[in-house]
């Protein structure tokens, strides 16, 4: 990669970023394997204060914002290689929750539901422009699942 200028370097960090470490070009349902990637990293990375959690959260979702709208001027509006988003997303979905087998899986299957029928505002967020219209609908999509878990976690198990 040397003979890489500086912008070609950054740019090719951007698109291995916003795939997931290029997860985003599975065969099938690439969104599915950029939420699972999300689910299995959080899991995986050792059980941080939730203020902490937050923190990464909101640094990957920005650097999330700006890596997806390098990908889209590459691969086009919302691409599907783009799962920088499902990762964030599923992220959100699971902050200030139990780390349980129980609510990972729920809130795996819960987050693809509302990323993939996009409830309001979801739905509309995805005009916004450049990377922030990749980005704001599974953070929402996110937001409802943690809504849903929380109500799920404290009147259900």
Do not use: C
Request: charged fraction near 15%; avoid cysteine; hydrophobic fraction near 55%.
């Amino acid at each position: 990669m040397s003979h890489l200028n500086k912008g070609e370097k950054s740019a090719r960090l951007f698109f291995w970023i916003a795939s997931g470490g290029g997860v985003g070009v599975a065969p099938v349902a690439p969104g599915t394997a950029g939420s699972l990637l999300g689910l299995l990293v959080y899991v995986l990375l050792p059980e941080w204060p939730p203020m902490v959690w937050v923190g990464i959260t909101l640094i990957l979702f920005l650097i999330g914002v700006r890596a997806a709208t390098s990908a889209e001027f590459l691969w086009g509006h919302d691409a599907g290689r783009i799962v920088i988003d499902e990762i964030v997303g599923m992220w959100v979905a699971l902050l200030f929750l139990p780390r349980t087998v129980r609510i990972a899986l729920l809130g795996f299957f819960i987050f693809r539901l509302f990323d993939i029928v996009k409830p309001f505002p979801a739905d509309r967020s995805q005009r916004l422009k450049a990377g922030w219209g990749v980005m704001v609908d599974d953070l929402i999509a996110g937001i409802y699942t943690n809504f849903t878990l929380q109500l799920l976690e404290k009147f259900v198990f």
